[in-house]
């Protein structure tokens, strides 16, 4: 260490500057804090110094005069220096060396001019000191010593207690306890205790004991008492353990601590007299007890809490048990003092917030508010803290209020005087207080006020730099809602005026914040408090009773319960309600109606609880099937309309969910959406209507109230109201509108990737119905200006925003309808003309005004070359009207008015009523008849400016640049398929609009080509549907054959609303030929033969897609064959066809497919109760000559054989499809070639047995033949009776009794008569027969194969079957295109034979003069001799080998199918299908030999001897069949030469 501080050169130089060094060194360390290594460092330099000096290396004087320089430089360094040389004293007391312990001693006596006597005697030995001449001798120095020590420790003293000096504590007591209301001060009273103390020498201690005692008796003169001890102390300390032995003295077993001791403790901490940890050690129970006694508590709530929700049936013993232990636990509940929370009350009393905090600090969280008593203190300190501020802004205007005086104390929080302040002690109290603010209603309803008074402040301000600087205490109050309001409100007792208070608050939040708040409140507080705990098991137990005994009987009584316990418990109240109704959808409607009893902040969370519910992650919204959307998930949507429409609750959170969950491209929730709008706004949507309701949907708004829904619709206009707003309010209305028509889409390509195909079309259904649903919402309440400001054009739609057409065209009609109106009243205001021509004229204007830019608009949502042939005004027009615009329903007009007279009447003949409900009543039901009346009229003249309107841009609709075919394609794809699908009075509309467009007789329009391609071939359209897509387009199908059935049923009908228009041209010339010439017309007849072919189209596309085993082809044809039923079938062979198909589903599908199954069967039953409006194919159109009225264009138009009839143009179409049908459906044909070979041979067996049967064959045939005759004719008569009373009579009115008039005219034809035609026909049949097949193998040598396999083929798939033998030779190529297409007449065959060849005479009279207009009889008739020859012996052969070989297969089929079709034929009267049944159904319609044989027996006996006799010739009776149709051939090739004939004649006029 020497080397360190005193370096050896110091001593070698120590004159010259050694001594400077050091001490120079002694001031560097001297000038240094005193910290401990510095002092050493001065302490080991004065030892290095002296060590030298005894070790003889520095002179003593040397050493002294310096020690003296470095005792100057600090005041401490005496007692360094006697430290130094006591450690010498003892090192140099050991050595040897004497001389050394006299350098020591001659440097201490050198150094007491430097450091005192008395340390020098504290710090040396006593012989040092005794040598050194400090004092005389060592040992009595020793001796002295130990009496000190003994006097000081081991003497007792006398401590003059009271006992002892009672006059002096007397006189002190009365001192103290006198009065102290005068001008009495702490310091006169502190002077006389000092005299008494000094007077009566009392223990000062003593006397302070005294003083506390007298305080803590007398607490309240603080202001006396605080100050006399603050003078009378001199050490805290003292006064600390003075208190604390109080403290200790109160700690026994049974001991109550007063609460003046915790008073006089506080007021002392207050005044900072003691400190708090110094007492806080003092006092009991310990912090870990208190945390342990806080985990005991929790545990013991939940145990409760779980004891509450158990299901358990304890015996009676255990139940004994129980009770005993609880008892005990009563006994022994009283629990021990707790001198903490004692001292924290009384702390919270004087308003010393700052060591309450403290104490706080060092417990669990809410452990010390838990207390009553700390929390009421508490609440005291708080209401005194914002008084005045409450004064200010929070109190209501009017309401007084007690006065809260503050503290007075200097130390107390201060008053908050404005919103800022609450932010430094207030909202830090109320964090400390919890959910113990419950205990201070009041304080309760202050804060709320205060928070409103804030919220109004906040939201009124309109500066931004004080917004944020007010957006903290924002998230103050937030916080103090979550941590402290709700909780607390959760702990009161069904105090439904503060659930009321805490709503006026709130409301002022957007809901974002209030079901934030709400979620924390159900999800978290109740899981931070063991009261909280116990209190939701409580509420769930209680919940469960009141739930349990809910029903429709007892609402008001349990809605009284439910309101109880909604008002302090509203979520979990609610969590339990949803709960119980996602399981059990029957108690929607009681707990609707027990909810009356809420209040408005229940209502609000309940729609939060409901948006919780839904948007729960841990449920599945499909069920286990994957096919059907889960019924908790139908249960809460049908709720959510329900409460929605009935109570005031906000909608906004539950709208933006369903954006929300659009957004992410999910529609299940759209379910929802559908509900509430249903519910709020009386808006069905729904495919079922009748169709007075659908026609009820034309009309008005009065009238689709009134007639248009299932339920009564009323007192929709609050709620509808509350929709709107929510929606205008939150700019939801168009993002909800263009995510349902964008998910539509979506849920096909992004949602459907995984689903069933079956739960992808509801989704789609659902998707789409709630779009038009909601869209209808929107066009009826939002006014022109919002529509119009929100909605922005159509062009914007679909390109910006990619929505779909019809999605697009749909939201934009009500705009177009406005605007139209609106500037309508404009020019009807600007210039006053009444005249209806001129309404007409601004109605027009109007509509050109508003019109013009949507033309432009189209114009880009297309390709251009779709405007060659549609005109965009033509395009929007269309798109732009609807129903209301095109008819007025005045039926349902009638109706409804008539239904408000009869209750009119009712309520004049009900006595029971009183007088003024009757009055009430019938002044409402006169109103709406009146307001019914005024609509009607009003759309009359709608329509009528409308239809004016169309007749003025009719010429201008179609351009027709490309083929008329081409036009109609694109009408039908970008106009019609769209929009008929798109809900049921679209599909109306579309039908009606085509209607208008034919009547309108628009250039350009073909209806007939518009028509064939409708029902031509629906198969794709069908399949490619989902369920209420292809209601509709059933109800679209069948608007559309109802038009063509009245068109049918009637000539004059036809002739007058098809006979000289443009649509039914069957030539199509120049372009600006509006068909004029009659000749270009098609006929009635010819249009039946269409109609015909249309019914077997419908029929093959409904079998194909019955047989294709796709659940969604059956699905969707059995929906579109229940709509079109009132229409379709008519014919008996078609629908008897069906029948069969469907009778097979229903037997398939019963176990593997319930839902086909059951829809097989509804449309079963309702088609046998159609079958007797279902006529025979002859009487639905004549079947004499089929092949000629196949080509109405040929046959009637003379010259113009070279243009295209109407027919012809439709068969084109037709024939196009049917092959598209046919390449698509090879597949299926082979896979049905089983079926279609039993078809052909059936067909061939039966015209085996018709030409070559044996001869005991065909006799035995004549037997049957004539058993049956009688039969058949007494059936024959009963339907003659029956036919004018049949419902088809009824309902088809007089159209059809016209109809079957002529039918019946025919069959009822003399027998003389018929005997009579039949030998001149018998005489011509020998004639024409090989005339006919000669011709036909003149003319088409190359086409003969390949086209009489075309009309096999077609026969087979679809049921056709030729009109004569295959035998016969194949006919012309246009006579097999005309066969096929137009006709179809394969269901005609046995027609031919029916009457037994009388019709063709009747026939041929009414027909052949059209024919014959080139050529005279006698010149066919030697033609035909010729022809006849060459070909009979051909045809002979021919048929003799087809019989062989198909008579084996006859028989057995004949005899299979007679026991198959017994009992049908009994109930079809006779008339039932012909003989090739194969062929008269596309499909499975079972052959039926006798049936036909049935059909031909209608000769008398001399007929049958007739007909016996070519039998023995020529094969029997089926052999003079052949002959007939060989006749009926030879027709057709006389009608192929006048064709050849009219086409010359026409190219000359040409």
């Known amino acids: ?96 060396e004497k001389h050394k312990r006299d350098h020591f001693t001659q440097l201490v006596g050198a150094c007491f001019f430097c450091v005192p006597d008395g340390v020098l005697k504290e710090r040396l030995d006593p012989e040092t000191l005794e040598s050194l001449g400090l004092i005389k001798q060592a040992q009595q120095f020793n001796q002295k ?70 305080y803590e008796c007398r607490s309240e003169h603080d202001e006396f008492f605080v100050p006399l001890i603050k003078c009378y102390m001199c050490e805290h300390q003292t006064l600390c353990h003075m208190l604390g032995f109080k403290f200790k003295f109160h700690q026994e077993p049974n001991g109550e601590t007063p609460s003046s001791l915790y008073h006089v403790a506080a007021a002392l901490l207050q005044h900072n007299l003691i400190a708090l940890e110094d007492l806080y050690v003092h006092l009991l129970p310990v912090d870990s007890t208190i945390v342990e006694e806080h985990k005991r508590v929790i545990l013991e709530a939940k145990q409760i809490a779980r004891k509450l929700t158990m299901v358990v049936v304890p015996s009676e013993k255990s139940d004994d048990k129980e009770k005993e232990k609880e008892k005990e636990e009563e006994k022994n509940e009283k629990p021990p003092d707790n001198q903490k929370l004692g001292l924290l009350e009384a702390l919270l009393r004087i308003g010393d917030w700052q060591h309450a905090q403290s104490i706080m600090d060092q417990m669990p969280a809410f452990y010390a508010t838990s207390h009553k008593a700390i929390a009421i203190a508490l609440c005291q300190l708080l209401h005194r803290t914002v008084e005045p501020l409450y004064r200010r802004a929070g109190m209501p205007k009017g309401a007084k209020g007690g006065l809260m005086a503050p503290l007075r104390n200097k130390q107390a929080p201060q008053p908050a005087e404005s919103f800022d302040d609450l932010s430094k002690d207030v909202f830090i109290m109320l964090c400390y207080l919890g959910p113990h603010l419950s205990h201070d209603p009041i304080l309760f309803a202050k804060i709320v006020r205060l928070g409103k008074s804030f919220m109004k402040e906040y939201q009124s301000e309109s500066r931004q730099e004080t917004k944020d600087k007010m957006d903290s205490l924002l998230s103050c109050f937030l916080s103090i809602a979550d941590q402290v309001l709700l909780p607390s409100l959760s702990l009161m007792e069904c105090n439904a005026c503060m659930s009321e208070e805490i709503w006026g608050f709130f409301k002022l939040f ?40 809910l029903t429709k009987e007892n609402v008001k009584p349990s809605g009284r319960q439910i309101g109880k316990l909604s008002h302090s418990n509203p979520t979990i109240l609610f969590d339990y309600i949803l709960s119980q109704i996602q399981w059990y959808d029957n108690l929607i409607t009681p707990v609707v109606d027990s909810l009356k009893y809420l209040t408005s902040l229940n209502y609000d969370v309940l729609a939060y609880c409901i948006i919780e519910a839904l948007a729960n992650p841990e449920k599945e919204k499909m069920k286990h099937d994957d096919t059907t959307i889960s019924s908790w998930l139908q249960s809460l949507a049908s709720l959510c309309g329900a409460v929605f429409r009935k109570y005031p609750i906000e909608l906004a959170g539950l709208l933006q969910y369903v954006t929300n969950q659009l957004k992410a491209g999910k529609s299940f929730d759209l379910l929802i959406l559908k509900e509430v709008v249903q519910k709020m706004a009386g808006i069905e949507i729904t495919d079922e209507m009748t169709v007075e309701q659908l026609e009820a949907m034309t009309g008005g708004e009065q009238l689709k109230a009134e007639g248009g829904y299932f339920g009564q619709i009323r007192n929709t206009k609050k709620s509808s109201q509350r929709l709107k707003d929510a929606l205008l309010d939150h700019e939801l209305a168009l993002p909800l509108c263009l995510l349902m028509a964008q998910q539509r889409n979506g849920v096909v390509f992004s949602e459907g990737g995984e689903k069933h195909l079956k739960l992808v079309g509801k989704l789609y259904d659902q998707c789409h119905d709630s779009l038009v649903q909601f869209g209808g919402f929107l066009a009826s309440n939002l006014s022109t200006e919002d529509y119009i400001k929100r909605v922005p054009s159509v062009d914007v739609l679909c390109n910006q925003f990619h929505t779909p057409h019809d999605a697009a065209f749909f939201l934009s009609r009500p705009m177009y309808a406005h605007q139209i109106l609106s500037k309508y009243d404009e020019l009807k205001k600007a210039e006053k003309g009444n005249s209806q021509q ?41 798109w732009s009207l609807t129903m209301y615009d095109l008819a007025v329903p005045h039926n349902a007009y009638d109706r409804e008015v008539n239904k408000l007279k009869l209750q009119i009447k009712a309520i004049e003949e009900n006595t029971e009523m009183p007088m003024n409900k009757k009055k009430k009543e019938k002044e409402r039901c006169t109103a709406l008849q009146d307001k019914l009346q005024e609509e009607e009229k009003k759309q009359l003249e709608h329509v009528q400016r409308v239809l004016h309107r169309l007749k003025l841009e009719k010429d201008n609709w179609l351009l027709a640049k490309s083929t008329k075919n081409e036009t109609i394609t694109k009408f039908l794809q970008l106009c019609i398929f769209p929009r008929c699908v798109f809900s049921a009075i679209d599909a109306v509309y579309c039908a009606r609009f085509v209607e208008l467009v034919h009547q309108q007789k628009t250039p350009n329009f073909c209806t007939l080509l518009c028509y064939d391609r409708v029902f031509s071939d629906i198969i794709y359209t069908v399949a490619s549907c989902t369920e209420n897509e292809s209601r509709r387009y059933g109800r679209f199908l069948c608007c559309m054959l109802e038009t063509v059935t009245r068109w049918h049923s009637d000539r004059a009908v036809y002739e007058k609303e098809c006979g000289n228009y443009p649509g039914f041209l069957t030539i199509f010339r120049a372009s600006g030929f509006d068909g004029g010439n009659k000749a270009d017309q098609l006929d009635y007849e010819n249009f039946r033969h269409v109609v015909h072919k249309w019914h077997y189209k419908l029929t093959k596309a409904s079998v194909h897609c019955l047989e294709t085993g796709e659940y969604t082809h059956i699905r969707n044809i059995l929906i579109v064959l229940t709509k079109i039923l ?51 194919e002859n009487e639905f159109h004549h079947k004499e000559q089929p092949v000629r009225s196949a080509t109405p264009g040929t046959v009637q138009n003379g010259p113009g054989n070279t243009g295209k009839t109407a027919a012809a143009t439709a068969a084109s179409t037709g024939k196009t499809e049917e092959g598209a049908i046919e390449d698509s459906d090879k597949s299926k044909e082979k896979s049905q070639a089983a079926q279609k070979t039993a078809s052909k041979t059936s067909s061939a067996a039966n015209k085996a047995s018709s030409n070559g049967g044996s001869t005991p064959n065909s006799t035995k045939g004549i037997k049957e033949k004539e058993d049956k005759e009688k039969t058949v004719k007494e059936k024959k008569e009963k339907k003659e009776k029956n036919s004018s009373n049949t419902p088809e009579a009824k309902t088809g009115g007089k159209d059809k009794q016209k109809e079957e008039k002529p039918t019946d005219g025919k069959e009822k034809t003399p027998k003389a008569d018929k005997d009579k035609r039949k030998e001149d026909k018998k005489e011509e049949k020998s004639k024409n027969d090989g005339k006919s097949a000669e011709k036909e193998r003149d003319v088409s040598n190359d086409s003969k194969t390949k086209e009489s396999a075309k009309v096999e083929k077609t026969a087979g798939v679809g049921g056709l079957k030729s009109l004569t033998p295959r035998s016969d030779g194949v006919e012309s190529e246009r006579e097999q295109k005309r066969r096929k297409v137009d006709t179809h007449s394969s269901p005609s065959h046995s027609s031919a034979v029916k009457d037994n060849l009388n019709d063709f005479k009747d026939s041929t009279s009414k027909h052949h003069p059209n024919h014959t207009t080139v050529l005279s009889k006698s010149k066919e008739r030697d033609e035909e001799k010729k022809e006849s020859e060459k070909s009979r012996d051909r045809s002979k052969e021919r048929e003799k080998k087809e019989d062989r070989k198909d008579r084996k297969r006859d028989y057995s089929n ?52 007739d007909l016996a006799k070519p039998e023995k010739t020529s094969g029997g009776k089926k052999e003079s069949r052949h002959d007939k149709e060989k006749s009926e051939k030879k027709r057709e090739s006389t009608g192929a030469k006048e064709d050849k004939k009219h086409h010359k004649s026409s190219e000359k006029h040409r």
């Open 510 to 549: 957007p809901y974002q914040y209030r079901y934030r708040l709400y979620g924390q409140w159900k999800n978290d507080t109740y899981g931070n408090h063991p009261l909280l705990v116990k209190i939701k098991a409580q509420t769930v137990d209680r919940a469960k009773y009141i739930m349990k005994r």
């Open 1454 to 1505: 004949s005899d299979r199918e007679m026991s198959q079709e017994a009992k049908r034929r009994k109930d079809e009267n006779g008339m039932s299908s012909s003989k090739h049944s194969k062929s008269a159904s596309p499909s499975e319609s079972p052959p039926s030999n006798d049936k036909d044989t049935g059909k031909r027996s209608k000769t008398t006996g001399k007929d049958k001897s």
């Open 1 to 96: 260490m020497a080397a360190l501080i005193l370096p050896s050169d110091w001593l070698k130089n120590w004159d010259k500057s050694g001594r400077n060094e050091f001490l120079q060194f002694c001031q560097d360390l001297a000038g240094k804090p005193s910290i401990h290594e510095f002092v050493k460092d001065l302490q080991t330099a004065l030892y290095e110094l002296c060590w030298h000096v005894i070790q003889g290396n520095l002179k003593v004087d040397v050493a002294a005069s310096l020690l003296a320089d470095v005792m100057e430089l600090r005041d401490d360094l005496p007692s360094i220096l006697a430290d130094v040389f006591c450690i010498l004293d003892i090192e140099t007391g050991c050595l040897e």
């Open 838 to 878: 001129k309404k007409v004229h601004k109605y027009i204007a109007a509509c050109e005004q508003v019109m013009a830019p949507v033309h432009e608009a189209v114009v880009s949502l297309h390709l251009p070359k779709v405007w060659d042939d549609l005109r965009p005004q033509f395009y929007a027009t269309f």
């Open 145 to 214: 010593i130990v009496k000190i020590k003994t006097k000081l420790f081991y003497k007792q003293q006398k401590f003059n207690l009271l006992r002892e000096e009672n006059e002096g504590y007397a006189k002190l007591i009365t001192e103290l306890g006198q009065d102290l209301s005068s001008n009495l001060t702490s310091h006169l009273v502190l002077e006389n205790i000092k005299s008494l103390i000094g007077c009566f020498n009392l223990d000062p201690n003593r006397v302070l004991d005294i003083i506390l005692e007298v």
């Open 1126 to 1176: 009132p229409w379709y079938p008519k014919v008996l062979n078609l629908g008897q066809a069906l029948e069969c198909r469907v009778h097979k589903i229903f037997q398939e599908e019963k176990e593997k497919r319930p839902d086909l199954y059951a829809l097989a069967m509804g449309y079963s039953g309702q088609l046998k109760g159609r079958k007797v409006h279902m006529v025979p």
